[in-house]
Structure formats: C-alpha cells, structure tokens
C-alpha cells in the first residue's frame, strides 16, 4: 500500500508576464513545509496563458511532470489549471485532458490492474453555470475507471458557517441535485436504483459512506490543503 501525498492550491494568479519572479516565491512557500512530501500538485486560477506556458516552462523544479490547462477568457486570466506529478509516480500516468470548457482536468493512474483518476477543477461562481458545469463533468468524464479523487477549488462554499462542518446550507435546488449525481456516479461507478435522490440528507449520507474509504472530496473554497490518498494495487 502507498500514499499518494496530494496538495491543492488555489493560487489566485501566478503574475503572467511576471511569472518568472512570481515562479521563484511560489516554490519558496512550497519548499518551507512540504519539501519532500509532494507527490502531486494541483493548482487552481494560475491565469497564464499558451504565451507564458510556452514562454516559462514548467512550475516546479527538478523532474516533475506537467499538465497544464492554459486560462481563458479575454487576455487569458480567468482561470487556468495545473496537474504536476513526481517523477516517481509520473511513470504510471495513463492518460490525461480536459472537461467542461477547460475547468476541469484529469490524469489518471494505473497501479497494477487498479486505474485511480485524479480531477482537478474550478467551478463557476454562478449557481446556474454551476448545475451545468457539474453536468457537463458526468457527461465528459472517461468510463471504466475505478477510484476518483475530486479536488479543486468548488466555489460552493457562500457563507463563514459553510466552513465550519456540517451541512452545507448554500447547495441547493438543482445545483445540489447535480452536484448528488455526480459524486454517486464517481463513488459507484453507477446510478444504483436504490438511491433515494428525494433523501433530503442525501448529500450528507454521501460524506458519511466516503469516510474512511480511498474516495476523496474536499469542498474548496481557496487557498492550500495537504492530504493523503491510499493506493492499493
């Protein structure tokens, strides 16, 4: 059994044409607690474009692998992605791309006969383009995988008593509709008929039966989280 040591970070721009300074700082805060921890990086909002992605090269030094997801919108700074995987785990990455309008990207693992999936998106501020975006995941996301991990900065959490556990008060309607959908079908491959999408403590039945498995989800908001995944082969 191995862990695989996973940080997430919402960096809220990484400077463009002044990427090269800001690339210095960013490793200098990376290196203070985590140096020799990280297996994987996923950064959120890097609002780089394919001009300073091609410009820079890569974030990290030393042999990590890259997956860059450039931003979008006018002048390129909305959002933007990135995956770096460590050159010990890299060797086992299968299959990589994007999702719903380049908010989301994926790699997956294969470790011995078991294929572990990574996702790493920015969700909409809008509650509406939101419902899609979840959707729009479903839709796209590859089949025949056999563990996910969901990471990413979700944009679901509205109020400070979000932050403090529990029930997410914010998530409603058909967003939280959704957003079931979507973690069921990551969690069981499937729709079984005996989920109960009128159950209104559907979304907390969901965290209580992830809790103590190799399933993951965080509820970003922004800033850094350290965690760590089991991989069974």
Sequence with gaps: ????????????????????????????ELRKPYVGTIDVLMIQEHHLGERHLLRYGNLLPGRWKHFWLPAFGPNDIQGGLCIAVSHIWAPHVIMSGSLSNKRAQYIVFQIGEIKWGLLNLYAPNSEATRT??????????????????????????????????????????????????????????????????????????????WRGSTFLVWIGFMGMFLCGVEVVN
Excluded at 2 to 24: T, Y
Excluded at 158 to 186: H, K
Aim: glycine share 10%; proline share 4%.
């Design 1 to 28: 059994m191995d862990v695989l040591n996973i940080i997430s970070w919402n960096v809220q721009g990484l400077g463009g044409n002044r990427f090269r300074r800001m690339r210095g700082a960013f490793r200098q």
């Design 132 to 209: 899609r975006f979840w959707g729009g995941i479903l839709s796209e996301i590859p089949q025949q995988i056999d563990h996910w991990a969901l990471v990413g900065d979700f944009n679901m959490i509205e109020d400070v008593q979000d932050r403090q556990g529990g029930s997410l008060r914010t998530i409603s309607g058909s967003e939280l509709r959704a957003w079931e959908r979507l973690c069921v079908w990551l969690t069981f491959g499937q729709f079984p008929p005996s989920i109960d999408y009128r159950n209104p403590h559907l979304f907390q039945d969901l965290i209580d039966a």
